[in-house]
């Protein structure tokens, strides 16, 4: 590993640091583990509120919205594993962007993905909302109740102390959960098919799409339906602490897919036949439960089921928390590595290799993110557009660096020239697709950023510059990542002139049309920008 990968380009006073922390984390963890880490992380929630939330979204043409979302997540995975694969390191995801498009990108995208720990707080408050079954005081309906936010902040000191030990540890207490999170969505498919089985389905109520296919797109994000796919970059956090990344990586992360959607179609298609005819007179849409499956369960007289399902809302989404917490972990110790948040919190623990201060910062985090959301479909429409961001710096860093001189990818992925920039774009169409309800929040909070960024030139790079000879002036690293603040301030605009719950201004499909022709271009301009940043900041051997 060089110096500008340990760094992040030009850091050199902080390296021999970052490396000593970077050395104490353990490579313990091989295919399943993997596996289960990927698995684990994408089943979470979703599955138990994503069915129907897509459903009155789209209608049964929701089938259509998770087979794109598959394709999509795969695209973007192939990017993502390239990375993986040839640059293994601890939160890789926060890092990569940093060394392919400097500071700026670096801290906009770090900042992001800070926020996207809220995430976890979705999955906290989707065991709160079943969980009030038993527990009615701490849910009202919408969010949750002072109880339940006490309980949630207790249930988040829970799963903070589970991740405190070895990594090990954490993945065969993983592997557990994994196998029960797989059996229970099962044993569901099977129980209410077989004994709530409506005919014609596909086609009654308004027809196969009642809403329009344009609903498909706007189900990605507003139903869920993206937040219950992604999860699957879960073990490229964790590609410092693996044996043989090269081998095991790419297996583990697309086995995790392929299972996870398969899945999700199966339930989907379960929802979609066993809701009783007469909860259809107002169409999908009309269709409401605080607990989807299991009310479900129990108006088919499935007690059994019902009990069953009550238990493994603890599980599922506690399972996801679990691994959650631990890649916040990861995520918030790259931040400390980069240097958008204090170095402080880089430390790793000598005896376990846990990076336990970026857990306590998480802890905090998750917490604020339940007190003003609340409600999981609230939390899971602007995370996923968070989630989304990352994946599109991901292309640019993967073309970055195929095409810096020598080239520093594995080559494993082939044809990533025109992958990288096609999943760059559709990428942006479904941070577009979300709608101007959840953008007009999550593109504002990812530019806040811009602050965290000119608080840290005051500190680092203007010694740096003097040390180093190189250029970091407030315009030089402007110009590096003005990019990413262009893209951010376009998608904002089109998604308000759009139709996606927009003014209408620019109708159907033109919009779209114009979200694909700013991708593209903005695609070439970063990664020219990304080669001239690395042609500026010259690697030396650690």
Known sequence: MTERQVSGGGDGAGAPEVLAQERRLRRDLGFWGLTGIGFSNIVGSGWLFAAMYAAQVAGPAALLSWVGAGLLCGLVALVMIELGASRPEGGGTVRWPLFASGRLVGTLIG????????????EISAIMQYAAHYLPGIYNGHTLTLSGLALAAGLSVVLTAL??????????????????????????????????????????H?????????????????????????????????????????????????TGIGLAVIMYLALQL???????????????KGVSFDSPFGQLALILNLHWLSSLLYADAVISPGGSAYVGVAINARHTYALAKNG???????????????????????????????????????????????????????????AVFRAEPGGHTADWIPGLGWIAPLSFVVASEFVYWSGWHDLRLALPL?????????????????????????????????RTGAWLVVYLIALTVISWLGTFEGSGRLPAPYDS??????????????????????????????
């Open 111 to 122: 900042w992001s993905t800070l926020l996207s720990v809220g995430g976890t707080a979705a």
């Open 163 to 204: 991740n405190w030990f070895a990594v090990r540890m954490f993945a065969q207490l993983n592997n557990l959960v994994s196998v029960f999170k797989i059996v229970i969505p099962v044993v569901t498919v099977i129980a209410l098919i077989a004994s709530g089985w409506h005919s014609g389905r596909l086609t009654d």
């Open 206 to 254: 308004g027809g196969f799409a009642p809403y329009g296919y344009v609903a498909c797109l706007t189900a990605l994000a507003g139903g869920g339906i993206v937040y219950s796919v992604n999860g699957f970059q879960a073990p490229l956090d964790f590609s410092g602490e693996t044996r043989n990344p090269r081998r095991t990586i790419p297996a583990a992360v697309l």
């Open 270 to 284: 379960a929802f979609l036949f066993a809701v009783p005819e007469n909860l259809l007179g107002h169409g999908w």
């Open 340 to 398: 958008t948040i204090p170095r402080f919190f880089m430390k790793v623990n000598e005896r376990f290799g846990v990076p336990r201060r970026a857990l306590a910062i998480n802890l905090v985090v998750i917490m604020i993110f339940l007190l003003p959301f609340g409600g999981w479909q609230d939390i899971v429409s602007v995370m996923g557009d968070m989630y989304l961001l990352i994946y599109a710096a991901s292309a640019v860093a993967v």
């Open 446 to 478: 990812v530019l806040g950023g811009l602050l965290i960024f000119l608080a840290m030139r005051r500190t680092g790079a203007r010694a740096e510059s003097d040390s180093t000879g190189r250029d970091h002036s407030l315009g030089a690293e402007l």
């Open 513 to 542: 049309i114009t979200v694909a022709a700013l991708a593209f271009v903005v695609f070439f301009w970063a990664v020219r920008s990304g080669v001239r940043h690395l042609a500026m900041s010259p690697a030396t051997d650690a």
